[in-house]
């Protein structure tokens, strides 16, 4: 292969990661923490600031995605784990369904579903944490996992636990959406108005009436701004009169959800559903719109409501039962495992890995180029590519850095000098008996490949199914050395190489000191 | 061999590193070596059985664990004991790093006194004593029995996994004996590693078993080096002694085999030592594991092969040698 040809792949690659690593660089290096902050902004804030801070936002937020993230061990933060309480489940299906076999029968499938509806209220809750980047998953075994990174005081989410969400009935102006409706520059979707800054210049929302967000989730369940209402701002009901919500199903079979009011309630959504016939009332969760039906019938008690969209979305059937609960849990959740690890002690980890691979790189190196010369300070050279490389392959995957990936790191080192070992030690063998340095290069490195490739093959194999392991540390440990595996033969096989010839067709060396 | 080879420059006197230029008897050495990993694993075994098995990490059997700084003085390891013991509670107290800055980490198994060992009452314990500004909470840790069951088996589990893919791969890459011996040595290099958590009374938790996943990819790199050398001396002459030909392989792969793991110690002797109260220990496992994995290429992965070889292949030599008369 042409040389000029083979710097051109090296650059490649090196530009490459670069490429993926510049987000790490920017959030960790450059950013101040109030420019960091400043992602932890909800959604329906945003609207509120000015064109370049909303810019920044943006270019920030997207920074912070596209970035490495430390693990809650390195950064501090709470994990906590958690159950469905079986026996609270089994309860709430039996006044269901009201016979034991009939909640055996299904009682996967609600075990399910009722882990998915947690996930659901959690994640909408996910605000009131105070936290910027909390991550709240289903595990393999069926376990609910939250991590709150960068808080301390587990109390917290014990309380957004047990605590329901303010629910409350507001009326929507519908003068003013069909005023709206006939600006072109306006976009209506879903019946809510997208964005608030295509407003036209002359409008002003009236005295009484107030901007509310409008969320959906997405397929993840993660709550999505799709646009917002003009609510009026007075509070036709709150939620305390809601007494009942549960499935059922309309005339044509679909699914929908049935309700039913206090007495005291029933009188008063009487005289609202009464005045606001084919108007829209927006059902308002801790200040978010979640739904905004249209009122086709005078309410009293009871009352149902229907969409098209609940045939073909089951989940958003339970949702909005689920918001008219208030947001409550569906059932009952058990802690099973807390972790805490405070910021200090985040940061000593963080220190003590760093000062340990330090030490470690240093005594190697300082080793590699005493016995091994100037091919000692090349394989030196492959062995920060090397990390390049592999930092770049994080930054693509957006990984999160634990202290068992540092251990993976280690081991990475650990396997590339080995490789340059193998190499070299392979060089001397042939010098031994090769009629010029060249040729001992050549057979040197043809030699060691089979080896090296072998022997990374082999790591890769174990590596890559510790990468597929549930267990957290595990997999951290496995991902970070599969790519360092995969950085290491290319970086030993191919860089280190490209080095070498370099060197001794452009420079004319006789030998490099081996 | 090399003899053979003489250049007119004296190549020899200009190359650096070691060199073996006799045999040496590695396979030989196989019964000493048996005895040395076998007295070493016997050990182990005695001592598993005498403790009643290993000492677990709380993430293994559930538990708390509370790591406070208690910024007072005269406070002993006794003393914090003491104000458990008073509740009937089974407490493992510790200092981490410099005792002078009392950083105390403690820990509770006692899984029948659930309710009372949650880190936020232990937490209170400690602050009725020494009082809520001189206590500062560093970090804490709850695992209930079920998750640490489930932990324990899914890793024990994927041991399994990796240890056959990777006998899957070997044998396909070389053969079946060799397969065989890479993940006997695999297995002895992990039972040390094991032997060596029950002399000290380590508890095994997930950074241990990190540990033995590190070395599980550091102990087979090692062997299919060993491996391939011999694999390419007996290609070129296959009808060269067995046992020569591995002794000339070790040999010749010996420079590297030590350089390797002298560098690789580097790394592992420096996490154990800046690592911290989390690595620290995962160091002293990769040293000793880095250590076993490198005698275990020469000293097991090797012979083993070698003895089923020449238990195998003498079957076949006789059978050849059957129908050599018959025909």
Redesign the interface.
């Known amino acids: 292969m042409n040389k000029g040809f083979r710097f051109f792949v090296l650059l490649l690659f090196t530009g490459l990661a670069f490429y993926f690593l510049n987000p790490s660089i920017q959030w960790y290096f450059v950013l101040t923490p109030e420019q960091q902050n400043i992602i932890s902004l909800p959604e329906e804030k945003v609207v509120e600031l000015t064109k370049e801070q909303k810019q920044e936002f943006k270019n920030i937020k997207n920074i912070r995605q596209h970035s490495v993230k430390l693990g809650l061990?390195l950064q501090g933060g709470v994990f906590i784990?958690m159950?469905i309480n079986e026996d609270d489940l089994r309860k709430k299906l039996i006044e269901q369904y009201g016979d034991t076999n009939a909640v055996n029968e299904k009682w996967e499938e609600e075990y399910k579903s009722a882990v998915k509806q947690t996930i659901d209220v959690l994640k909408s809750r996910m605000d009131q944490f105070g936290v910027s980047e909390p991550t709240i998953q289903k595990t393999y075994?069926g376990?609910i996992s939250v991590q709150l990174p960068g808080l301390d005081n587990p109390q917290l989410i014990h309380d957004a636990l047990s605590k329901v969400g303010k629910l409350e009935f507001h009326m929507v102006d519908e003068d003013v959406m069909r005023l709206l409706a006939q600006s072109p520059l306006v976009q209506i979707s879903n019946g809510a108005i997208v964005s608030r800054e295509s407003l036209p210049t002359n409008f002003f929302l009236p005295e009484d009436d107030a901007w509310y967000p409008y969320f959906e989730n997405d397929v993840e369940g993660n709550a999505r701004l799709v646009g917002w209402f003009p609510l009026k701002k007075t509070v036709e009901l709150d939620g305390t009169y809601i007494e009942k919500a549960m499935q059922g199903s309309d005339k044509d079979g679909s699914p929908s959800v049935n309700f039913s009011l206090s007495p005291e309630g029933g009188d008063i959504f009487y005289i609202v559903t009464s005045k606001n016939t084919n108007k829209r009332l927006a059902i308002v969760l801790d200040g978010k719109v979640k739904s905004a039906p249209y009122i086709r019938a005078v309410i009293r008690d009871s009352g149902t409501i229907t969409s098209p969209t609940f045939k073909h979305d089951p989940n958003e059937v339970m949702f909005l039962i689920n918001v008219l609960k208030a947001g409550a849990l569906p059932v009952k959740l058990?802690?099973?495992?807390?972790?805490?690890?405070?910021p200090?002690?985040g940061q000593?980890?963080i220190?003590?890995?760093v000062?340990?691979?330090?030490?470690?790189?240093i005594?190697?190196v300082i080793?590699?180029i005493i016995?091994y010369r100037v091919s000692g300070f090349i394989s030196m050279m492959g062995l920060v590519f090397n990390m390049w490389f592999l930092m770049g392959a994080m930054g693509l995957m957006g990984n999160t850095i634990t202290?068992?990936g540092?251990?993976?790191i280690?081991?990475t080192?650990?396997?590339a000098?080995?490789a340059s070992?193998?190499i070299f030690?392979r060089i001397?063998?042939e010098?031994?008996?090769?009629?010029s340095y060249k040729h001992a290069l050549e057979n040197g490195f043809e030699?060691a490949r089979?080896?090296i490739w072998?022997?990374?093959?082999?790591?890769l194999?174990?590596?890559a199914?510790?990468a597929m392991?549930?267990?957290e540390?595990?997999k951290g440990?496995?991902l970070t050395?599969s790519f360092g595996i995969i950085a290491n033969v290319f970086a030993s096989l191919y860089i280190i190489r490209l080095i070498f010839d370099w060197l001794i067709d452009t420079f004319k060396l006789k030998k490099v000191s081996? | 061999m090399?003899n053979q080879?003489k250049?007119p420059q004296e190549?020899?006197a200009?190359?650096?590193?070691f060199?073996i230029s006799h045999r040496v008897h590695f396979i030989k050495m196989r019964w000493l070596s048996m005895l040395i990993s076998g007295a070493v694993l016997l050990t182990g075994v005695i001592l598993f059985i005498a403790k009643g098995g290993f000492k677990l990490g709380i993430d293994f059997q559930g538990g708390t664990r509370v790591?406070v700084n208690i910024h007072s003085e005269n406070v002993s390891i006794e003393q914090i004991r003491g104000l458990f013991v008073a509740g009937d509670i089974d407490s493992s107290v510790t200092t981490v790093g410099d005792p002078l800055k009392q950083h105390y980490l403690i820990t509770v198994t006692d899984l029948s006194k659930k309710m009372e060992i949650n880190?936020t009452n232990i937490t209170q314990k400690l602050i009725a004593q020494y009082g809520i500004s001189n206590i500062e909470?560093?970090?804490?840790?709850?695992?209930?029995p079920?998750?640490a069951e489930?932990?324990g088996q899914?890793?024990f589990n994927?041991l399994m996994?990796?240890a056959l893919?990777?006998l899957l791969?070997?044998a396909l890459?070389f053969d079946f004996l060799y397969g065989t011996g890479a993940v006997i040595a695999l297995f002895h290099d992990i039972a040390i590693m094991a032997s060596f958590a029950l002399v000290m009374d380590m508890p095994i938790d997930?950074?241990i078993?990190?540990?033995f996943?590190?070395i599980?990819?550091?102990s087979?790199?090692?062997t299919?080096?060993v491996f391939?050398?011999i694999r390419?001396n007996h290609k070129i002459n296959p009808d060269e002694d067995y046992e020569l030909v591995m002794d000339r392989s070790i040999t010749?792969?010996m420079?590297?085999t030590l350089?390797?793991s002298?560098?690789?110690l580097?790394?592992?002797?420096?996490?154990a030592?800046?690592?911290?109260?989390?690595?620290s220990n995962?160091?002293v496992m990769?040293v000793v594991g880095i250590v076993s994995g490198t005698y275990s290429s020469v000293f097991v992965a090797s012979p083993i092969t070698f003895m089923l070889r020449k238990l195998t292949v003498k079957k076949k030599g006789s059978d050849k040698k059957a129908k050599k008369s018959e025909a």
């Open positions: 061990d784990l159950q075994s376990q058990d802690i099973v495992q807390e972790n805490v690890i405070g200090t002690l000593d980890s220190n003590a890995g000062q340990a691979a330090m030490w470690g790189a005594a190697v080793f590699m016995y202290l068992s540092i251990a993976g280690a081991l080192v650990g396997m000098v080995d070992v193998i030690e001397r063998e010098m031994r008996r090769a009629r030699i089979t080896t072998d022997s990374n093959i082999t790591t194999i174990a590596s199914a510790l392991s549930d267990v540390s595990v440990f496995g050395l081996i | 090399d080879n250049s190549k020899t200009i190359v650096r590193g060199k790591e880190p909470l560093l970090g804490s840790e709850e695992i209930g079920k998750v489930n932990t899914r890793l994927l996994f990796v893919l990777i791969y070997v890459r997930s950074t078993i990190a540990a996943l590190t599980l990819g550091y087979i790199n090692d299919i080096v391939d050398r390419e010749q792969s420079s590297r350089i390797t002298l560098t690789t580097f790394v592992a002797i420096s996490i030592v800046w690592g911290g109260r989390v690595l995962f160091g990769l």
